[in-house]
């Protein structure tokens, strides 16, 4: 029987009787080890405040001496929660008595979270007004921020508890803090919705400052649909410059016509804003004339006179154009919603069997993205794994008909290559990045995802290759020489031939028309010299991995042997490419005869016979291989 687990599983449910009974008669210091021991990453204090179980958390401390401040991880709205102190997860559940057993079991008021988050941000966040008083009463520091600098203040704002905001505010808490990202409370409200808490936030001094995008509240309330926010805004011409209104009506419209759907409002915005710039108080303030054309866009203009407006609502195509050259123009290809609403309107473009324009914003907002963002941004992956399901969608779909009636048509080799390329270039400026940080702080989840997507391209390339010698053979093949040239590992150290023969190379698509492993991609890897020979953080050569591969196939076993790979190396554990295969008749079917040579039968003989220090130093590496 699993101890720890009936303790964890009686605290979680509430099963008070069932853990006396269980640990009653047993030593303190069994008791203690049982009361402190995680099941799923959490201990069962940490469960019984998270569900609120009084009575079980009371005896967990009081008679089994439970540890108040020895976090865990729970899992709150489905998000989970790292380093969480019981405390914080009565705060954040809404479970005022079992806060206050805490605190006078001497619980830390300001114990965080490993996002430096405190048990009185969490009750903020779910506006538990009665804990947030309680906890401000006994010490809780009001302006600790988490890790993105948000205070309670700003998370009271944001999700739209004017209660709990209305106290923070009477205890002199900062209006005009800064998150990271520059932020502050009244952006939060802005982006929320909350025009009753923003108003407060003014009366209490908050100033329309710009965040590190350059973004007021009014624009923030703009660009998310909140017409009453923005509408109250305008509505203050002291605090707001003309211009600075005109761009708020103008992407209010922007944001109308992609995320409302709602031409006809969208139209009654723009023309607003097109008023307050011909007819508004002071001189003419014209639109820029002279903005470069993007093919993308279908090379729309911005319209700049009033009359057009109202040709737009016959062609709601060049509409939406014009929504993405505004947002653009306004926000700045820095802003995550202008590659945002670009990568939908695509995706709008795609379901409605127009890929090709698809095909032509998506890589617009991907080289927007790989210009701006750090490498390996989330919002990066996202647009190329997004490129590798169409892809794979149109292979596996090619010729048939779609919901719409249009035939998906052929991918077009060259623009497969395209953001091949881009992808390359991601994990090249990815690894680039990782290996200027310490090894202890490198995460190579990111890496390794950019890296396995980049890998699902190339499978994608190599299942019709040119003829050799072309063109397009060589730009292929050069693309594939600068994937493995780069060097890049993902998880557990493995390197793009070892992560096509491994699980961590599955991608989870909606279309897994390219499977791993990939006949066509390992020839194409070897061909540019790939090394058969590197080793995983397991000492996993890519044949040991091939070994383990479904469906087995015994051609890619082959081609690594044929490219110098050894039937009798070795990984960690001891175990040859003969050991992991679990039909060992698999083991004749490649003729290991062929493939064992006179140095690999002496390295064992080596190995076997002689001390490590007595072989030469230059053969070690290889005997140890044996």
Known sequence: MDFKSVVYNAARDGKLKRL??????????????????????????????????????????EKCGADVEQPGSVVFDGETIEGAPPLWCAAAAGHLALVKLLVKRGAKVNSITKTNSTPLRAACFDGHYDIVKFLVQHGADIEMANRHGHTCLMIACYRGHIKIAKFLLALKADANRKSVKGNTALHDCAESGSLEILKVLVEHGAQMDVDSYGMTPLLAAAVTGHTHIVEYLIGMPHLFSRKERIDALELLGATYVDKKRDMIGALQFWKRAMNERYRGDGPVISKPKFSPLVAAYDFAREICEPEALDELLADPDEMRMQALVIRERILGPAHPDTSYYIRYRGAVYADAGKFRRC???????????????????????????????????????????????????????????????????EVKRGKQMLDKMPVCERDLTYLNRVL??????????????????????????????????????????????QLIHSEDGTLVSRYPTCKFPSPHLTKALLRVGADVTARDNDGNTALHLA??????????????????????????????????????????????????????LAARVVRKTQRKEKVPAHLRAFVETH
């Open 547 to 600: 070994a383990l591969s479904r469906p087995w196939r015994p051609d890619l076993a082959i081609a690594l042997l044929d490219a110098g790979a050894h039937l009798d190396a070795v990984n960690k554990d001891g175990r040859t490419f003969q050991m992991l295969l679990c039909d060992k008749r698999r083991y004749d079917s490649i003729y290991p005869v062929k493939y064992t040579t006179l140095a690999c």
């Open 20 to 61: 006396k009974v269980f640990l009653d008669h047993r030593a303190k210091d069994e008791v203690g080890q049982l009361v402190g021991a995680k099941t799923h990453g959490a201990t069962p204090l940490v469960m019984a405040c998270r569900n609120g179980h009084y009575d079980v958390a009371e005896y967990l401390i």
């Open 452 to 497: 396995v997507i980049t890998l699902h391209l190339a499978c994608l390339l190599t299942r019709e290759t040119a003829e050799e010698g072309s063109d397009e053979y060589i730009a292929l093949h050069k693309q594939i020489y600068e994937l493995v040239r780069i060097k890049a590992k993902g998880k557990q150290g493995r390197d793009a031939l």
């Open 359 to 425: 095909i032509e914003l998506w890589n617009y907002a991907l080289d927007m993205q790989q210009n701006m963002l750090e490498p390996l941004n989330p919002m990066t992956q996202s647009s190329l794994f997004s490129f590798t399901e169409l892809f794979s969608f149109m292979v596996g779909e090619e010729g048939r008909q779609t919901t719409r009636g249009r035939r998906v048509p052929p991918v077009q080799r060259e623009e497969l290559l395209r953001v091949f390329e881009k992808a390359v270039m």
